[in-house]
């Protein structure tokens, strides 16, 4: 007769599990609040850039002349402008956001959404700057935060992260 055996989980072996404690002790710690920020900003974007699309091209076509030759390009203008659009927000709001942070010997690691690695020396420049706060609401669960990190081999780089998740000492 086979015996139950219970596996402890990640999560629950050595304490809360936050953004903090995972940054001291190492590894990978997945930024889910900033990706939940994040996605729901570019969610709330898309429906309301539909929206003020379905508008205008009921605009176009409710017009006097909806057979024109004007509608074609008028439409493809629309058309072009709400995918300029569309591929801006995503730039904003999902492409700074990174999936996670690795914490490993000498240097931070942040595995950003479409899939680079931006490493950082673990050293005296590495700064961490806290631009801006967000609380708990509609498009987050958790506190989140835009950090500046710099260092001296690089150009300022922006994060929308979880409160804590870089774990360094915010100015």
Do not use: C, K
């Not at 903090?20 to 900003?41: D, K, Q, V, Y």
């Not at 690695?117 to 706060?133: C, G, I, K, Q, Y």
């Amino acid at each position: 007769m086979a015996r139950a055996v219970r596996i402890a989980r990640a999560e629950a072996v050595g304490g809360s599990g936050g953004p903090a404690e995972a940054a001291a002790t190492g590894g990978f710690t997945p930024n889910l609040g900033g990706l939940t920020r994040a996605g729901r900003l570019f969610a709330l974007f898309v429906v309301l850039l539909g929206a003020s699309y379905a508008v205008f091209l009921g605009l176009l076509f409710g017009g006097p002349a909806p057979n024109s030759s004007a509608v074609a390009p008028s439409i493809e203008l629309l058309t072009a402008l709400a995918a300029l659009l569309l591929v801006s927000a995503f730039w904003i709001t999902l492409a700074r956001t990174p999936r996670g942070v690795e914490r490993r010997t000498g240097r931070l690691v942040v595995v950003e959404f479409l899939g680079g690695r931006r490493v950082f020396p673990s050293d005296a420049t590495l700064r961490f700057t806290v631009e801006n706060r967000y609380g708990t609401g509609f498009l987050s669960d958790v506190p989140t935060e835009m950090v500046a990190v710099q260092s001296a081999r690089g150009p300022v780089r922006h994060y929308l992260v979880e409160r804590d998740l870089l774990g360094g000492p915010s100015e």
